[in-house]
């Protein structure tokens, strides 16, 4: 945590229908479930410095999901007609789960696109024929999202740990030259504004021959830093009026994810990428249980969806 940044005030963000000034909190409504995002466990091959998420080589909280855990859902999609475009993987590391070369291949046959949220590492590496398979059967179909999260080696390691630039950078140069729809992560923790952030970007790119326009927010995604013991506003509905926003953009009125906790029998639907831990952010077993609204009653609804306006999808 920043020493200089107020720490959260402990009223806040305990009642789900009303902030800490009486006010009535704002909710969203999920008006399309344009994208559904797979958990598939939050073990990971690296411990970063700020992990949304908290994965680790120990943190198993979250189990490795199934093709046949996936596949019910994707029936679900496809039975109840509700018009999902996009199928995201995150993790943990993604492909550090045994089967998702399946279910990847299970989500674009069916017509699906698919994102996969990787660090390119190692276990990456090991999946690089079924990888290829994909990409000559469904081409720009599947886009494979990369975390780099500065455009210089010393703040990428200072968040990933020593050794991990180069082994990353190379991860997303074979995706590229193997003719990947490529897509980069960054963090913003650096302070720099974000027209300095996307220039470094853009030279990293034209010096290794990665055909990503870093000046686009899609192709280069640059997600706010999050801490949930710096004090953030609470969002009111009378904020949508103030900020000029309307509900309707943030994260959770487009997507849920799926995740499977440990030692749990089935899996289960959860508001958003963010939130995996937090039990009123656990809204059912299926997708139709998971179809009403979410209160925005947790800090990074503020800081990360609200007054960040990020999202983990790609539109």
């Known amino acids: 945590m920043n020493a200089l940044a107020p720490r959260l005030d402990p009223a806040k963000f305990r009642d789900p229908w009303t902030t800490a000034k009486g006010e009535q909190r704002a909710e969203v409504a999920l008006q399309s479930l344009d994208t559904l ?45 509700l018009g999902t475009r996009l199928i995201g993987f995150t993790g943990g590391e993604p492909f550090m789960n045994p089967e998702l070369p399946a279910m990847l291949a299970d989500v674009l046959e069916r017509g699906f696109e698919a994102m996969v949220l990787t660090n390119a590492m190692k276990p990456m590496h090991k999946m690089k024929p079924a990888l290829l398979a994909l990409r000559a ?6 886009t494979i999202r990369v975390s780099l999260d500065h455009y210089g080696m010393a703040l990428h390691e200072a968040e990933r740990g020593a050794r991990t630039w180069q082994p990353t950078l190379d991860g ?19 302070g720099e504004p974000e027209d300095a952030l ?12 990665v055909p990503i326009d870093a000046h686009d927010p899609v192709t280069l ?38 995740i499977k906790r440990k030692a749990q029998a089935h899996p289960a639907v959860v508001a958003c990428t963010l939130l995996p831990y937090d039990a009123q952010f656990e809204l059912g077993r299926t997708l139709a249980d998971a179809s009403g609204a979410v209160r925005l009653n947790h800090p990074h609804c503020a800081k990360f969806c609200v007054l960040g306006g990020a999202a983990c999808s790609r539109s």
């Open 198 to 209: 996307r220039d470094g970007y853009a030279r990293l790119f034209a010096d290794n021959g």
């Open 172 to 190: 997303l140069v074979w995706l590229a030259r193997n003719g990947f729809a490529v897509h980069v992560a960054g963090r913003r923790f650096s």
């Open 37 to 81: 995002w797979f958990n598939t466990g939050t073990l990971c091959n690296l411990t970063c410095r700020n992990c949304y998420i908290e994965s680790s080589p120990r943190n198993d909280r979250l189990a490795y999901l199934t093709a046949a855990e996936v596949a019910e859902y994707l029936d679900e999609i496809q039975r109840d007609n």
């Open 221 to 258: 995604v640059l997600f706010p830093e999050m801490d949930a013991t710096v004090d953030v506003p609470e969002i009111t509905v009378a904020c949508w009026g103030i900020l000029n926003k309307s509900p309707d953009s943030v994260m959770c009125a487009s997507s849920r994810m799926v």
């Open 137 to 142: 059967r469904h081409g720009e179909r599947l």
